[in-house]
């Protein structure tokens, strides 16, 4: 059978000659930049971590690819924009994904293939998820070299459309749609990722929120015990379970707050209300917006009252009230709501750069426990992309670029594989326009000599 891959194919000529091409270029490689992420993985050490965590009842004698080498393979592909499985079977001999496994070129064994990885995605057990979880959040705390005075922690869910009868699938009215809807917290101030967990697709009750967020803050008490942490969600999450157990375990909180017929009536707020609407009226301006806030006790809340702080915004167009139920106590209503919680609008581009930029919703495993260890790769690749980013130049106009621009540039950078008797060769594109770039980030992530 002849190889597709060596038959000749045309292009227009040019000045008069021809132009033909074959894929029989050799030992080249599309994915440069993978380097540099395997740099970032043993930096951080993700595989080896996570791969603890999973029992392997094979024959150690007989393995050939260790389940950390599993594991490090799948991240990379991920990172690199192959979120398939499937795409192992080619990569795998692909010399500069062999090359980031610690593998030579020319080595006749290649990295492990697809129906490998997904047996592994399927392996781990509930409870092995459970540890692997609370490894990533390891991982978070361990990415400061230092404890922080304080960090603020944005909580979301996101929608995930299904593909089939996947376990944890759940009609959303909202959506439209079959689908999960995991929980995605992050670090927004640096970006960081801390937790991801799948679930079905309804909005979580307060009792279920409580819960998630205990166990979170609790893993991070063991690294952090005196930082300051704060809450940061939307009217999801303005429940009094959530609420009542942050004040007892001194945890503070910005939560979005839905509006109501009580607190549309209190008189601090019809009094601003009132006010903006004559005067933006009176001045003729399109849009004014002002500020208030009162002491609120929902019939769920029992008769602890809260601090809840009112947006007033009167246009053209009728007037506009927007609410934030808060534990702190200092600030004005205005930087409550504008400075504090509207900077929550930035979780929502991480969010994207998980689920768009690194395909996080390709749960489509029957399996929930499958498709739990998947949202757990995927995120682990977003550390690897994370890092390579923290390792640009702080004046790199990269440095506050997306994943999809950094994959761009960086990651997917030609290169020729040339190995020798004594040494391994990358020779990369003499025009590469982001070679200093490129330099800068492999020595900033070189391991430090032992």
């Given at each position: 059978?002849?190889?597709d891959?060596?038959v000749?194919f045309?292009?227009?000529?040019?000045?008069?000659?021809?132009?033909?091409?074959?894929?029989?270029?050799?030992?080249?490689t599309?994915?440069?930049?993978?380097?540099?992420?395997?740099?970032?993985?043993?930096?951080?050490?993700i595989?080896?971590?996570?791969?603890?965590?999973?029992?392997?009842?094979?024959?150690q004698?007989?393995?050939v690819?260790?389940?950390?080498?599993?594991?490090?393979?799948?991240?990379?592909?991920?990172?690199c924009?192959?979120e398939?499985?499937?795409?192992?079977?080619t990569?795998?001999?692909?010399?500069?994904f062999?090359?980031?496994?610690?593998?030579?070129?020319?080595?006749?064994?290649?990295?492990a293939?697809q129906?490998?990885?997904?047996?592994?995605?399927?392996?781990?057990?509930?409870?092995?998820?459970?540890?692997?979880?609370?490894?990533?959040?390891?991982?978070?705390?361990?990415?400061?070299?230092?404890p922080?005075?304080?960090?603020?922690?944005?909580?979301?869910?996101?929608?995930?459309?299904?593909?089939g009868g996947?376990?944890?699938?759940?009609?959303n009215?909202?959506?439209?749609?079959?689908?999960?809807l995991?929980?995605?917290?992050?670090?927004?101030?640096?970006?960081?990722?801390?937790?991801?967990?799948?679930?079905?697709?309804?909005?979580?009750?307060?009792?279920?929120?409580a819960?998630?967020?205990?166990r979170?803050i609790?893993?991070?008490?063991?690294?952090?015990?005196?930082?300051?942490?704060?809450l940061?969600?939307?009217?999801?999450?303005?429940?009094?379970?959530?609420?009542?157990?942050?004040?007892?375990?001194?945890?503070?909180?910005?939560?979005?707050?839905?509006g109501?017929r009580?607190?549309h009536?209190?008189?601090?707020i019809?009094?601003v209300a009132?006010?903006?609407?004559?005067?933006r009226?009176?001045?003729?301006?399109?849009?004014?917006r002002?500020?208030?806030?009162?002491?609120?006790?929902?019939?769920?809340?029992?008769t602890?009252?809260?601090?809840?702080?009112?947006?007033i915004e009167?246009?053209?167009?009728g007037?506009?009230?927007?609410?934030?139920?808060t534990?702190?106590?200092?600030?004005?209503?205005?930087?409550?709501y504008?400075?504090?919680?509207?900077?929550?609008?930035?979780?929502?581009?991480?969010?994207?750069?998980?689920?768009?930029?690194?395909?996080?919703?390709?749960?489509?495993?029957?399996s929930?426990?499958?498709?739990?260890?998947?949202?757990?790769?995927?995120?682990a690749?977003?550390?690897?992309?994370?890092?390579?980013?923290?390792?640009?130049?702080e004046?790199?106009?990269?440095?506050?670029?997306?994943?999809?621009?950094?994959?761009?540039?960086?990651?997917?950078?030609?290169a020729?594989?040339?190995?020798?008797?004594?040494?391994?060769?990358i020779?990369?594109a003499?025009?590469?326009?982001?070679?200093d770039?490129?330099?800068?980030?492999?020595?900033?992530?070189?391991?430090?000599?032992?």
């Amino acid at each position: 059978m002849i190889d597709d891959s060596v038959v000749p194919f045309g292009f227009p000529a040019i000045c008069r000659k021809k132009v033909t091409a074959a894929f029989d270029g050799g030992r080249l490689t599309s994915d440069g930049g993978v380097l540099l992420l395997a740099q970032a993985e043993r930096r951080m050490g993700i595989a080896g971590r996570l791969a603890s965590c999973i029992a392997d009842p094979r024959d150690q004698s007989r393995v050939v690819h260790g389940l950390g080498d599993i594991l490090q393979a799948r991240m990379l592909a991920i990172a690199c924009g192959y979120e398939d499985a499937d795409d192992l079977d080619t990569l795998r001999h692909d010399p500069g994904f062999k090359l980031a496994a610690g593998k030579l070129p020319g080595a006749a064994v290649g990295l492990a293939s697809q129906p490998t990885m997904s047996r592994w995605e399927n392996a781990p057990t509930t409870r092995e998820l459970v540890k692997m979880m609370g490894v990533m959040v390891d991982i978070y705390c361990a990415s400061y070299p230092a404890p922080p005075a304080a960090v603020t922690l944005d909580i979301d869910e996101t929608v995930d459309v299904v593909h089939g009868g996947q376990q944890l699938s759940f009609w959303n009215g909202h959506y439209g749609t079959r689908c999960f809807l995991p929980i995605h917290v992050y670090d927004t101030v640096t970006g960081r990722p801390v937790a991801m967990l799948l679930r079905a697709g309804k909005t979580p009750s307060g009792a279920e929120m409580a819960g998630h967020v205990r166990r979170l803050i609790r893993r991070i008490r063991r690294h952090w015990p005196r930082t300051r942490i704060t809450l940061r969600g939307d009217g999801h999450y303005g429940r009094p379970e959530i609420m009542t157990w942050c004040e007892t375990n001194k945890v503070d909180y910005v939560f979005g707050l839905p509006g109501n017929r009580m607190l549309h009536a209190d008189p601090a707020i019809v009094g601003v209300a009132d006010a903006v609407c004559i005067d933006r009226a009176t001045r003729g301006w399109p849009v004014l917006r002002r500020y208030t806030e009162t002491r609120y006790a929902a019939k769920s809340w029992g008769t602890t009252g809260r601090r809840v702080v009112a947006r007033i915004e009167a246009s053209t167009m009728g007037l506009d009230i927007r609410y934030v139920v808060t534990s702190l106590q200092t600030g004005s209503a205005e930087r409550i709501y504008d400075t504090l919680y509207c900077a929550r609008g930035q979780a929502e581009n991480l969010i994207k750069m998980h689920k768009a930029q690194l395909k996080s919703d390709r749960t489509s495993c029957r399996s929930a426990n499958a498709n739990q260890m998947r949202l757990i790769l995927h995120t682990a690749a977003y550390w690897l992309m994370w890092t390579v980013r923290q390792a640009l130049p702080e004046t790199a106009v990269l440095r506050t670029a997306e994943f999809a621009t950094i994959r761009l540039r960086l990651i997917k950078v030609a290169a020729r594989v040339i190995e020798t008797a004594s040494r391994v060769r990358i020779a990369f594109a003499s025009a590469c326009p982001d070679a200093d770039i490129f330099r800068h980030i492999a020595r900033a992530l070189k391991p430090a000599p032992t």
